[in-house]
Nanobody, 131 residues
Framework: QVQLVESGGGLVQAGGSLRLSCAAS????????IAWFRRAPGEVREFAAA????????YYADSVKGRFTISRDNAKSTVFLQMDSLKPEDTAVYYC????????????????????????WGQGTQVTVSS
């Protein structure tokens, strides 16, 4: 059973940076694809970024491309989301999610944007960006 725990959220001014972490427990972490989703108040959960099991292929939503960087350290079973040039519209609860099969064709097909692909979720960490 995979468990995910997010950390690193907080309050930051617009233009600032935060680094989120997603620590996983359970077997075979290096075979999972991991994604970050976010949910702003009153909105549905939306895809932000994902990374393949090997770490060589990142995926980003257009809204965060060029500002966010996803990476992973399989030795530490942790995925990171470096968020720079933050905007007030980035305010949300951020969740990490694991796709246990990690199949590249599923990621490349666009399925990664949909919550239904993912097998495990963390509890979320709040990010608030003030203007």
């Amino acid at each position: 059973q995979v468990q995910l725990v997010e950390s690193g959220g907080g309050l930051v001014q617009a233009g600032g940076s935060l680094r989120l972490s997603c620590a996983a427990s359970g077997p075979l972490f290096s075979s999972y694809a991991i994604a970050w989703f976010r949910r702003a108040p009153g909105e549905v959960r939306e895809f932000a970024a994902a990374i393949s099991w090997s770490g060589d292929t990142p995926y980003y939503a257009d809204s965060v491309k060029g500002r966010f960087t996803i990476s992973r350290d399989n030795a530490k079973s942790t995925v990171f989301l470096q968020m720079d040039s933050l905007k007030p519209e980035d305010t949300a609860v951020y969740y990490c999610a694991a796709y246990l099969s990690g199949r590249r064709e599923e990621l490349d097909s666009g399925a990664l944007y949909h919550t239904a692909l993912y097998d495990a979720w963390g509890q979320g960490t709040q990010v608030t960006v003030s203007s």
